[in-house]
């Protein structure tokens, strides 16, 4: 077997498998969208996510502040959009505005769903232990939504510095988790 040694500032191009998603916020009445995918799951029931949400990023302020979220789960069909607000700040405009995006309240949080994406997931920020020294948010599902006139949704998931990768073939094994 051939073998390289690889930079370690591109080893998250080799682990990143989860899709891309989109994380709301809302302040001041003032609607707020980033895009993420620093993210994982860190457990069932209740579920868990753990996110990274950079310090330097506006959204760190807001989500600390307000301690509740939503993140969106796009299909490819918006993925010109989601690059697009990952390239933007909210400091500066109104990224629901500006990209066409359709702001759906929430029954949980004040941060809205996003119409269009194929799931919504109401979040509140339970530990912000790792918050100060990893910019890591821990995050409980309150609420989740799906479309379910998306059949087979394709999310796009990202490689690093522009690349992204759609998801494929569904393909199942026996499992005894439920």
Not at 87 to 115: E, H, Q, Y
Request: with cysteine; proline share 6%; charged share 20%.
């Amino acid at each position: 077997m051939t073998k390289r040694t690889f930079p370690l500032s591109k080893v998250y191009q080799l682990i990143e498998t989860g899709p891309v998603v989109m994380l709301t916020t809302a302040y001041q009445g003032k609607l707020n969208v980033m895009t993420m995918s620093w993210h994982t799951m860190l457990d069932f029931e209740p579920p868990l996510i753990g996110c990274i949400v950079s310090n330097r990023d506006y959204t760190f302020e807001l989500l600390k502040t307000t301690q509740e979220c939503v993140i969106a789960i796009p299909t490819v069909e918006l993925a010109a959009k989601v690059v697009k607000v990952g390239n933007t700040s909210g400091r500066d405009i109104d990224k629901f505005s500006k990209f066409k995006l359709t702001a759906v309240p929430a029954s949980m949080v004040k941060a809205p769903l996003i119409g269009g994406c194929y799931a919504n997931l109401e979040c509140k920020v339970v530990d912000l232990s790792m918050t100060d020294k990893y910019n890591l948010f821990v995050l409980e599902v309150m609420k989740a939504w799906i479309d379910p006139t998306i059949k087979n949704p394709k999310t796009i998931h990202h490689k690093g510095w522009g690349a992204f990768m759609v998801s494929g073939k569904t393909i199942k094994f026996p499992s005894k988790m439920r």
